[in-house]
């Protein structure tokens, strides 16, 4: 019974706009002065009757047990890790409702992203689909007429040149689309069931330009949380340990333990922090010069500002660059659905001469 329940919760998935939708409620709530359970009480009561409701008496009994927003979120099966783990950080640090308020924006500029993403995608992509379709089409219904008119005039049709490129050109574009459109299915299934994100990582290693905006992303929230943890008076060693719980495993990952073992052997968070390799030289200037003015919390505050606008206007580079790159495509496919309509017609008009 508990593994099928098990089962069950990992099965729910909840969208970036209800996970904004719910951080800024609970950021309402504690803003309010309402005692934690109180407020998820009144949360919870907002999705009796939905498919969510089973969840948040999850939450609103956990909370009610432990007094932790973070275990409430860890056992209602329906939270990201992301999400409890920064809750857990809220707690700690006692700005509980400002790091929520946080998450708001986080999984508001997710959704962002996703719709410009889909946006961008998913109109090339239904054209290429019927272009496909009609490649079918024209390769095994419209060619062979043309096959079988030459024939009854008493030409071979295998062995015209002009029909032959035709043919070719079609079933070559025909293929391509197909294992286009197939390879991208796969792969939107890959990234949606594969709850560990490697095979994400796997993708962002074959597309350069996905990487390089992953890990500006991932800079931005280590220096926007170790901002808060250290102007709330954490220790260094303990801030990383901390951020080092919210960050999946990968690079980032291991870049922020190499950090804290330096800094708990001693070096100089400046330097450990450089020898992370995760910021560009000049803002390690700016580290360097707030690190010996004792302004650490605030020059990494002005840092994370600046990498989250610098990640922001590239992803709108990427958005923007999807759309005519597809259409590019799409203008190779229907040149050559012409050429293999016109080039049997045009052998046909040069028979019949």
Same mark, same amino acid.
């Given at each position: 019974?508990?593994?099928k329940q098990?089962?069950?919760l990992?099965k729910?998935r909840?969208?970036?706009?209800e996970?904004?939708?719910?951080?800024?409620?609970?950021a309402m709530? !504690?803003?309010a002065?309402?005692?934690?359970?109180?407020?998820?009480?009144?949360?919870?009561?907002?999705?009796?009757g939905?498919?969510?409701?089973?969840?948040?008496? !999850?939450?609103?009994?956990?909370v009610?047990e432990?007094?932790?927003?973070?275990?409430?979120?860890?056992?209602?099966g329906?939270?990201?890790?992301?999400m409890?783990?920064?809750?857990?950080i809220? @707690?700690?640090s006692?700005?509980?409702?400002?790091?929520?308020d946080n998450?708001?924006?986080y999984?508001?500029?997710?959704?962002?992203?996703?719709r410009s993403?889909h946006?961008a995608?998913?109109?090339?992509?239904?054209?290429?689909?019927?272009?496909?379709?009609?490649i079918?089409v024209?390769?095994?219904?419209?060619?062979?007429?043309f096959?079988?008119?030459?024939s009854?005039m008493?030409?071979?049709?295998?062995?015209?040149?002009?029909?032959?490129?035709?043919?070719?050109?079609?079933?070559?574009? !025909?293929?391509?689309?197909?294992?286009?459109?197939?390879?991208?299915l796969?792969a939107?299934?890959?990234?949606?069931?594969?709850?560990t994100g490697?095979f994400r990582?796997?993708?962002?290693t074959?597309?350069?330009?996905?990487?390089?905006?992953?890990?500006q992303?991932?800079?931005?929230?280590?220096a926007?949380?170790l901002?808060?943890?250290?102007?709330d008076?954490?220790?260094?060693?303990?801030?990383?340990?901390?951020?080092?719980?919210?960050?999946?495993?990968?690079?980032i990952?291991?870049?922020?333990?190499?950090c804290?073992?330096?800094?708990?052997n001693h070096m100089a968070?400046?330097?450990a922090?450089?020898?992370m390799?995760l910021?560009?030289?000049?803002?390690m200037?700016?580290?360097?010069?707030g690190?010996?003015?004792?302004?650490?919390?605030?020059?990494?505050?002005?840092i994370?500002?600046?990498? @989250?606008? @610098?990640?922001?206007?590239?992803?709108?580079?990427?958005?923007?660059?999807?759309?005519?790159t597809?259409?590019?495509?799409?203008?190779?496919?229907?040149?050559a659905?012409?050429?293999?309509?016109?080039?049997?017609?045009l052998?046909?008009?040069r028979?019949?001469?």
């Open positions: 019974m508990a593994q098990a089962r069950r990992k729910v909840v969208s970036a706009e996970l904004s939708v719910i951080c800024q409620q609970i709530i !504690l803003r002065g309402l005692p934690l359970y109180d407020g998820i009480d009144a949360l919870s009561g907002n999705y009796r939905t498919s969510l409701a089973y969840r948040f008496r !999850l939450l609103r009994k956990s009610l432990t007094g932790s927003l973070y275990r409430g979120l860890s056992s209602a329906m939270f990201p890790d992301y409890a783990e920064m809750a857990l809220g @707690e700690r006692g700005e509980l409702d400002t790091v929520m998450l708001a924006q999984y508001q500029r997710e959704a962002y992203i996703r993403i946006t995608v998913a109109y090339p992509f239904i054209i290429i689909a019927m272009m496909t379709v009609l079918a024209l390769v095994t219904s419209v060619l062979p007429v096959e079988d008119v030459f009854g008493g030409i071979n049709a295998l062995q015209n040149p002009w029909i032959s490129a035709g043919v070719n050109a079609g079933k070559i574009i !025909l293929i391509v689309s197909c294992i286009f459109i197939i390879l991208s796969l939107l299934l890959m990234i949606r069931m594969n709850q490697r990582r796997f993708l962002l074959i597309f350069p330009p996905l990487r390089n905006l992953e890990e992303m991932h800079a931005g929230r280590f926007s949380v901002a808060m943890l250290l102007r008076g954490f220790p260094m060693d303990e801030s990383l340990r901390l951020i080092g719980r919210i960050v999946q495993p990968g690079i990952a291991d870049k922020i333990a190499a804290l073992y330096n800094v708990e968070f400046a330097e922090i450089e020898k390799h910021f560009k030289p000049l803002h200037r700016m580290i360097h010069v690190v010996q003015a004792g302004q650490t919390e605030a020059v990494m505050a002005k994370a500002e600046i990498y @989250e606008n @610098e990640a922001d206007e590239k992803l709108a580079h990427l958005v923007s660059i999807i759309e005519p597809l259409v590019a495509v799409m203008t190779v496919v229907i040149g659905i012409l050429l293999a309509v016109l080039l049997p017609l052998s046909l008009m028979a019949m001469v």
